[in-house]
């Protein structure tokens, strides 16, 4: 089974600059798609940027960013420009791309809470 | 808008008795997803159902029941048999296929036993 580990169960970060938060992941799978996922105090569940194995490129949106190292089974999630708004909990995610039966969820890390100090 | 509803945002439930948490969803997608979440363990899959009338167990099934009976409603049971019940509860929802998509969550719901 695929498991997912973030190392760091606390982060702070100084308002503008910037932090990466850690995730690796164990499988024996070739093709999946990783996610980041934020959850303010709100407890909303929000999607941050996701990843396809097969791509080589890093995913970026905005001021997020990823660092994909598939031979590492390494995920991070750097954000630049830090804000008052991103404090929140921050979850990596893995999903098989197989498509069938229980290849179709989502298996999360135990999350990085990140504060913003400002 | 679209998007996924859950209900009630907090409930409470005396020991010994059976609860529903109710999700919604108009997103017209079709799998569906339990997710529990206590304090310093993430997100752990109670169940799942990816098409109208059937559903899988996921890693900590024991002590919950689900239904789909529509592809809109994917209500939870926590019974009586299930002896920590006090967590978060997140529903989720994404399309078919073996694409990359993103989960859509509802805002979750808060049950306490008292």
């Known amino acids: 089974a695929q498991t997912v580990t973030q190392s760091q169960p606390e982060m702070s970060v100084q308002e503008a600059e910037t932090v990466t938060l850690s995730c690796t992941y164990d499988t024996s799978e070739s093709d999946y798609y990783l996610f980041w996922y934020k959850q303010p105090p709100s407890r909303q569940m929000i999607l941050v940027i996701r990843?396809?194995?097969?791509?080589?490129q890093n995913a970026t949106e905005n001021r997020f960013s990823v660092n994909f190292q598939k031979a590492a089974k390494s995920f991070s999630l750097k954000i630049s420009d830090s804000q008052l708004g991103d404090a929140a909990m921050y979850f990596c995610a893995y999903r098989s791309a197989a498509g069938v039966g229980g290849s179709e969820k989502l298996v999360f890390g135990k999350g990085t809470k990140l504060t913003v100090n400002p | 808008d679209g998007g996924i509803t859950q209900s009630p945002k907090y409930l409470f439930r005396k020991e010994g008795q059976n609860v529903t948490l109710s999700c919604e969803q108009n997103?017209?997608?079709?799998?569906m997803y339990w997710y529990r979440q206590d304090p310093g363990q993430g997100l752990r899959l109670i169940y799942y159902?990816?098409?109208?009338?059937?559903?899988q167990k996921g890693d900590i099934a024991e002590g919950y029941s689900v239904s789909r009976e529509k592809k809109e409603s994917f209500p939870l049971t926590v019974t009586s048999a299930q002896k920590n019940p006090t967590a978060f509860y997140l529903c989720?929802?994404?399309?078919?296929?073996?694409?990359?998509?993103?989960?859509?969550f509802g805002s979750g719901t808060r049950l306490t036993v008292v």
């Open positions: 990843q396809e194995a097969y791509k080589q």
């Open positions: 159902s990816q098409i109208v009338n059937d559903f």
């Open positions: 989720a929802s994404k399309r078919g296929g073996p694409y990359g998509y993103g989960y859509t």
């Open positions: 997103l017209n997608h079709d799998a």
